[in-house]
T-cell receptor, first 114, second 111 residues
Framework: KNQVEQSPQSLIILEGKNCTLQCNYTVSPFSNLRWYKQDTGRGPVSLTIMTFSENTKSNGRYTATLDADTKQSSLHITASQLSDSASYICVVTPGDGGYNKLIFGAGTRLAVHP | NAGVTQTPKFRVLKTGQSMTLLCAQDMNHEYMYWYRQDPGMGLRLIHY???????AKGEVPDGYNVSRLKKQNFLLGLESAAPSQTSVYFC??????????FGSGTRLTVV
């Protein structure tokens, strides 16, 4: 069964520190992997998207990595800010699907404390 | 601002009541979707549409109906609400060459 597992479920860090969120998936074949940020009470907003041939993608202080061989991705946040407090969702698109086949992880809830 | 607008933002229903959630997008996207988000779970696709006048079932369609009479609007209906439909509902739109844009969500409670 195609699944996306994220860890940890929740994380608390101090402002200015770095952190790394993990995403493991069993989706095969695989087309692309996206990371979204979801603020409380808002819809998800795209941070990065990587195809199977890419192994890193950055968006400001956010850097996503992808290892298609081990089916793992990570999202690294550098010099965290209070505004980074949100849920981060890993989303995988199967290679045999399309726009209606996205598989969502349950998310990691990040809290950045001053 | 361009994007996806959902109405209402909050709603409380009694078991057995009906309601319609409205989603409107102004980006001329072909594809539109309705998802539900429950605690501890990823978003799950309820129904989707690949164009005006077309709809299709997603992963969890039971108890919901949809309509897309105009390209910019996608309606989600609950004919007889049940407590199991308590959730946060998100609408999204996309095009073939552009990623998803999500609305801000509708928090529905069925008592």
């Amino acid at each position: 069964k195609n699944q996306v597992e994220q860890s940890p479920q929740s994380l608390i860090i101090l402002e200015g520190k770095n952190c790394t969120l993990q995403c493991n998936y069993t989706v095969s074949p695989f087309s692309n992997l996206r990371w979204y940020k979801q603020d409380t009470g808002r819809g998800p907003v795209s941070l990065t998207i990587m195809t199977f041939s890419e192994n890193t993608k950055s968006n400001g202080r956010y850097t996503a990595t992808l290892d298609a061989d081990t089916k793992q991705s990570s999202l690294h946040i550098t010099a965290s800010q209070l505004s980074d407090s949100a849920s981060y969702i890993c989303v995988v698109t199967p290679g045999d699907g399309g726009y209606n086949k996205l598989i969502f992880g349950a998310g990691t809830r990040l809290a950045v404390h001053p | 601002n361009a994007g996806v607008t959902q109405t209402p933002k909050f709603r409380v229903l009694k078991t057995g009541q009906s309601m319609t959630l409205l989603c409107a997008q102004d980006m001329n996207h072909e594809y539109m979707y309705w998802y539900r988000q429950d605690p501890g779970m990823g978003l799950r696709l309820i129904h989707y549409s690949v164009g005006e006048g077309t709809t299709a079932k997603g992963e969890v369609p039971d108890g919901y109906n949809v309509s897309r009479l105009k390209k910019q609007n996608f309606l989600l209906g609950l004919e007889s609400a049940a407590p199991s439909q308590t959730s946060v509902y998100f609408c999204a739109s996309s095009s073939m060459n552009f990623g998803y844009t999500f609305g801000s969500g509708t928090r529905l409670t069925v008592v």
